[in-house]
């Protein structure tokens, strides 16, 4: 029973280009999300998935995609990635509102 | 939409020495309330959770928080802090409804032996 898992953990990009960060779960919980942290800014959502099939934006979605691409998989996509972007990513799963979320262990990105 | 606030950027405190940080929140209903704590390079990990009921919970390592709805606060406590605290700490405000759960900016606990 591995929680919540993310790859990759490091990874450099240069302006412009894309990539995806994969977060997967065995919790078998209903609803997903993914965070970016910042200094000072504690963690802000990008996107949410409240249960397979669905997908709603957060506070901070611009720049970003995600895929709920079954109860398992959540990934978010940088299409054209900036420096604005460099940051950490956390991907979390929780069962319903009233239980707590399970993060992963985080993505470090740099963008150059 | 709910805010948090944690108006402690970085607290230092000596070793057994007791602990509270704060924490206020924006709500126009009761909210659900959440203590994360983040070690170094590390995910967040739950302490306690508040929904409804006693107003006093109890969490894992000690912890402990208060919600106090007149204040708008649900501040962190620990009695007797140990080396083993020193982490990033995080309030968190859920909604009981939808899925925008806001995080406070964090305080960082610093323990001196």
């Known amino acids: 029973n591995a929680g919540v898992t993310q790859t990759p953990k490091f990874q450099v990009l240069k302006t412009g280009q894309s990539m995806t960060l994969q977060c997967a779960q065995d919790?078998?919980?209903?609803?997903m999300y993914w965070y970016r942290q910042d200094p000072g800014m504690g963690l802000r959502l990008i996107y949410y998935?409240?249960?397979?099939?669905?997908?709603d934006k957060g506070e901070v979605p611009n720049g970003y995609n995600v895929s709920r691409l079954n109860k398992r998989e959540f990934s978010l996509r940088l299409e054209s990635a900036a420096p604005s972007q460099t940051s950490v990513y956390f991907c979390?799963?929780?069962?319903?509102?009233?239980?707590?979320?399970?993060f992963g262990p985080g993505t470090r990105l740099l963008v150059l | 939409a709910q805010s948090v606030t944690q108006p402690d950027i970085h607290i230092t405190v000596s070793e057994g020495a007791s602990l509270e940080l704060r924490c206020n929140y924006s709500y126009g209903a009761t909210p659900y309330l959440f203590w994360y704590v983040q070690s170094p390079g590390q995910g967040l990990q739950l302490l306690l959770k508040y929904f409804s009921g006693d107003t006093l919970v109890q969490g894992i390592k000690g912890f402990e928080a208060e919600f106090k709805r007149s204040q708008s606060s649900f501040n962190l406590r620990k009695p007797s802090v140990h080396w083993s605290d020193a982490a990033e700490y995080f309030c968190?405000?859920?909604?009981?409804?939808?899925?925008?759960?806001?995080f406070g900016p964090g305080t960082r606990l610093s323990v001196l032996p």
């Open positions: 979390a799963a929780q069962a319903n509102l009233q239980e707590t979320q399970y």
């Open positions: 968190a405000v859920g909604a009981n409804y939808g899925q925008n759960f806001v």
């Open positions: 998935s409240a249960s397979e099939g669905t997908t």
């Open positions: 919790m078998n919980h209903n609803s």
